[in-house]
């Protein structure tokens, strides 16, 4: 399965944006999704994941509460809507899928991966 990311941005401290990742290649509801992020000088951070069927999602703790992550099989897209952003949000942001059913928090859990996109929060 073959990953695009898209949606990022620059955006005020406390604004919001969507995330969108668009799968093709393949079944998407095979697949688990998860977002990390990357900021500059850091390790890449997971952010969330999210079931085949949409029914089960995971945060970090450093989103909890102001991401909220969701899915259309029959669009074979995967969002992370982003709320209430804070500066330390910025970051790369990727999506990523594996052919399972169990939470998995690690990048290298996962088999596939999407470019990042760049999400920038101003203060």
């Known amino acids: 399965v073959q990953l695009q990311a898209s949606g990022g941005g620059l955006v005020q401290a406390g604004g919001s944006l969507r995330l969108s990742c668009a799968a093709s290649?393949?079944?998407?509801?095979?697949?688990?999704v998860g977002w990390f992020r990357q900021a500059p000088g850091k390790e890449r951070e997971f952010v969330g994941f999210?079931?085949?069927?949409?029914?089960?999602?995971y945060y970090a703790d450093s989103v909890k509460g102001r991401f909220t992550m969701s899915r259309d099989n029959a669009k074979n897209t995967a969002y992370l809507q982003m709320n209430s952003l804070k500066p330390e949000d910025t970051a790369v942001y990727s999506c990523?899928?594996?052919?399972?059913?169990?939470?998995?928090?690690?990048?290298?859990?996962?088999?596939?991966w999407g470019q990042g996109t760049q999400v920038t929060v101003s203060s």
């Open positions: 990523a899928a594996r052919a399972a059913s169990a939470l998995y928090m690690k990048p290298d859990d996962y088999d596939y």
């Open positions: 290649g393949g079944t998407f509801s095979r697949y688990a």
């Open positions: 999210i079931s085949r069927s949409g029914g089960g999602t």
